[in-house]
């Protein structure tokens, strides 16, 4: 491997990390990619005026009545989510390709579950920031109850970490092909609708009022979801990549 890199513009793996241990390269390429995220900016507020339109069409097609809106509230949020993390997803191997770094992640010594590992927790940060600002417009604009927000951090972060776990492996397996934004939500939408339904379901719960006794089960739901998800995705992320 070439030793005259720089970071972070040239977006592949230095040198001196590429003899350490997994668990760090997680977390540098993570960190690499926030930070080339935030420098450029664009792609990340596209995201988030994309879906801010989106949530303002929604509520005006949902009609000015509060109760209808107030209805409509958490599939509203748990749809713009899907939409967020598909874009987020290609935009994650996308650069890799462009930038020509890929193939380096690849020579780097040792198993390759640590590139999913490492995409999987940028899109997990980039998700639940995104996501936080939509409850925070969804509460605004649909009347989405804040007062059990312990319970919806809790379903955000079971939610996004099951459908970051999918967008991630199909984001890498598509990563070469021209086609990748338009294949990746078509293979995408049917594996992650057990995570989104369940979470649609836990956030109508919260947004209710029902006790947390009733919303135990779709969170185990969801945390089973997600251990399934995450294992299986770990374990074929480095044939498919390299395939």
């Known amino acids: 491997m070439r030793g005259d890199r720089t970071w972070p513009r040239g977006r592949a793996i230095p040198d001196t990390l590429g003899g350490g241990g997994a668990v760090r390269r997680i977390f540098w390429l993570a960190w690499r990619d926030l930070t080339l995220e935030l420098r450029g900016r664009a792609g990340l507020l596209a995201v988030v005026f994309f879906l801010t339109v989106m949530l303002l069409i929604l509520g005006l097609a949902f009609g000015p ?82 007062a059990a927000w312990p319970g919806l951090l809790l379903t955000l972060l079971l939610g996004t970490l099951g459908y970051a776990s999918v967008s991630t492996f199909y984001a890498g397996m598509l990563a070469r092909l021209r086609g990748r934004d338009v294949l990746l939500p078509l293979l995408l939408f049917p594996i992650v609708v057990p995570v989104v339904l369940s979470s649609v379901q836990a956030t109508i719960g919260l947004a209710q009022g029902l006790p947390v006794a009733e919303m135990r089960h779709w969170w185990q739901l969801l945390l089973v979801f997600d251990v399934i998800y995450v294992t299986v995705c770990s374990l074929l992320f480095p044939w498919v990549l390299e395939g």
Do not use: C, H, N
């Not at 997803?89 to 010594?109: H, I, K, W």
């Open 65 to 146: 009545y509060p109760q209808d809106l107030r209805k409509a509230a958490p599939g509203v949020l748990w749809v713009a989510l899907a939409f967020a993390g598909s874009l987020l997803a290609s935009r994650a191997f996308g650069l890799e390709v462009e930038d020509g770094t890929l193939d380096d992640l690849l020579l780097t010594p040792g198993g390759k579950e640590w590139i999913y590992y490492g995409k999987l927790l940028f899109q997990m940060i980039l998700l639940l920031a995104v996501g936080l600002i939509l409850i925070v417009f969804t509460a605004g604009l649909f009347y989405l109850p804040l």
